[in-house]
């Protein structure tokens, strides 16, 4: 049984300290609404501290990269 699966590749630093993961997710909705709550919750300045989040989507069966999102403090501050 070949399902496909979404990961969801999360990456922040926040005061200095580096936080990652990965979330599997059954549907690209699913994991679409998973990246906009993270970035929402942690990007553009939203979560004091934090500085740089990475995050992006891809799913199972060729690993290709289908979301992909990299915010800084300094992009915004440009």
Sequence with gaps: MN??????????????????GIVVKDSYEAALQSYHAYLGAYAYGQSAGTDFVDCMITESASMTILT??????QTEAE
Aim: proline residues 0%; hydrophobic residues 30%; glycine residues 4%.
């Design 68 to 73: 992909h999102e990299q915010w800084t403090a």
């Design 3 to 20: 399902e496909t699966k979404f990961f969801l590749h999360q990456i922040k630093r926040t005061n200095g300290t580096w936080d990652k």
